[in-house]
């Protein structure tokens, strides 16, 4: 279940002129990606999220940006640096390098962990064996991923190994407890690190592409699945060494 827990468009005092809204910091950003677009209603909401930290899309001519609660009140160079972001990735832009940074920089900051680490914790459903294992940190590899392919827009999930060792399903995401479970047969010293980055992408992949149902058929690996996966680099090569496992 989603709360909404505030709408700047009509809740709250209006902003001192010096302080720029979340809306007036995007109408910026827009205006200087597409100067020749007509400024659409601007509306940003922040909920409370489970599967993606920010969102936006484009419809009837409105702008709907949806941000995660825990992104409430960030500064406002944070801000438009996410704006842009989410702006060149509607447009189909390549995302400027020094936003990216700003953005990871932000996230980064160790009370920021705190407390989006403290808000997991409350919501956090599911029992499984923690993420840190005897050679790799998921929460370290999932960051790591969430800057390389979603320029971190993906909230973690649960993180967490398995406990037991199984070889024949490395890896699954479970929607209802919105966690993401690897075999603790990768977390090996030898297990190249490729191949368990290559696993807890695809793993994060189903976070962003869901199943389709199309009639009694089941679609979970979609076009846009594998479309996506191709990303990653070294796809045979990770391929090649989970068969070897
Ligand atoms: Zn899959």
Not at 29 to 48: A, G, N
Not at 93 to 111: G, I, K, M, S, T
Not at 123 to 145: A, T, Y
Request: charged content about 30%; glycine content about 4%; some cysteine.
């Amino acid at each position: 279940m989603q709360v909404e827990r505030a709408d700047t468009l009509t809740a709250g005092a209006p902003a001192p002129t010096t302080l720029e809204t979340p809306e007036q910091i995007f109408s910026r950003v827009f205006r200087q990606l597409r100067p020749r677009t007509p400024l659409p209603m601007i509306h940003v909401e922040f909920r409370r999220y489970a599967t993606a930290n920010a969102q936006v899309k484009l419809e009837r001519g409105a702008l709907l940006v949806k941000l995660a609660d825990s992104l409430e009140g960030i500064p406002a160079s944070v801000m438009e640096a996410l704006a842009e972001i989410l702006l060149c990735k509607l447009f189909r832009r390549p995302v400027p390098a020094e936003c990216n940074q700003r953005y990871r920089r932000h996230l980064n900051r160790r009370d920021v962990r705190r407390s989006l680490d403290l808000i997991r914790q409350i919501r956090g459903r599911k029992r499984v064996e923690g993420p840190q294992g005897v050679r790799f940190h998921l929460d370290e590899l999932f960051e790591e991923l969430n800057f390389r392919f979603f320029n971190g827009l993906m909230a973690r999930p649960i993180l967490g190994w398995s406990p037991n060792a199984s070889r024949t399903l490395l890896g699954h995401y479970d929607p209802s407890h919105n966690a993401i479970v690897l075999s603790r047969i990768l977390d090996r010293p030898d297990t190249p690190r490729v191949a368990v980055e290559y696993v807890l992408f695809h793993e994060m992949l189903h976070l962003c592409h869901p199943t389709e149902h199309n009639g009694a058929r089941r679609c979970v690996h979609t076009r846009a699945f594998k479309d996506a996966e191709k990303q990653f680099e070294r796809l045979a090569e990770a391929k090649l060494l989970l068969r070897a496992l």
